[in-house]
């Protein structure tokens, strides 16, 4: 088990691909901090050992919630050694009828709450003189851009962008943060995604390997690049797409 007795956060961890690695990881051995923001969403980690988890509930963006992770974490002597930054939100919208509101908020969730969270992490981890591994999840939209997604795409792309320049900066105190950029995957918008036959098949004519991901096979690549096992990986962006970005 790459990752026995870790402790590790995931942000967005109610629902996809945060919720798969919540299971993986948990399946590695860790111990799991789980945020969600939606409540009706715990009732899912009843198919896990209860020493195995421990949920909080409310936005990412709530800079109280996450601190009172940390000192929970530091009550129960539970040092957090990897984050997983998952929690992400977005919309379709053609440019010129994009709100100052609707920006804000995509950005507030999709990056800047990711910002202040590494900068509580950081000095968290810095009082125990431990190390820490962090994946932020982004996108292939954040690197070519889609129609009536430039938020999206825009906050996504930021954060591709911050995860190397903190890669660089932050390597020198035993921190290592990496992205990882999932293509289209099969989470909860799929099926609806699917009756749209004419885009559907655009989707796999544009994937070599003709199939969209599974939330479950980007939930092993974050347990890897959170483990160990990937020690000497730092600053990277990996795509996990099909070979969308190759072709």
């Known amino acids: ?14 629902k996809g691909i945060g919720f798969e690695t919540v299971k993986n990881c948990i399946k590695e ?27 909080f509930v409310g936005s ?7 601190q009172n992770i940390f000192k929970d974490s530091i009550k129960y002597k539970n040092i957090i050694e990897g984050v997983v930054n998952n929690a992400g939100v977005r919309f379709r919208k053609k440019f010129a009828l994009i709100t100052e509101k609707e920006l804000n908020e ?43 997604l430039s938020v999206y795409a825009s906050s996504k792309g930021a954060l591709i962008s911050f995860t190397k320049s903190l890669a660089a900066e932050l390597s020198s105190e035993g921190i290592r943060l990496n992205s990882v950029s999932p293509g289209f995957t099969k989470t909860s918008f799929y099926e609806k995604f699917k009756k749209n036959k004419k885009l559907y098949n655009w989707t796999l004519s544009r994937i070599p390997m003709n199939r969209w991901g599974s939330a479950e096979e980007i939930s092993k690549l974050i347990s890897f690049l959170i483990s160990e096992n990937s020690s000497y990986i730092n600053g990277e962006n990996i795509n996990i797409d099909g070979g969308w970005l190759s072709s």
């Open 29 to 55: 051995g860790a111990f799991v901090y789980a945020l969600i923001k939606d409540k009706r969403d715990i009732k899912k980690f009843g198919i896990f050992s209860k020493n195995s988890y421990k949920i």
């Open 106 to 148: 995509v950005f507030k969730v999709n990056f800047f709450s990711i910002f202040f969270l590494i900068q509580n992490y950081k000095k968290y981890l810095s009082k125990f003189k431990k190390k820490g591994s962090i994946v932020n999840v982004s996108s292939i939209v954040g690197q070519i851009g889609f129609k009536e």
């Open 60 to 66: 990412v963006s709530n800079k109280k919630l996450i």
């Open 1 to 14: 088990m790459i990752l026995k007795n870790k402790i590790i956060l995931i942000t967005g961890a109610g």
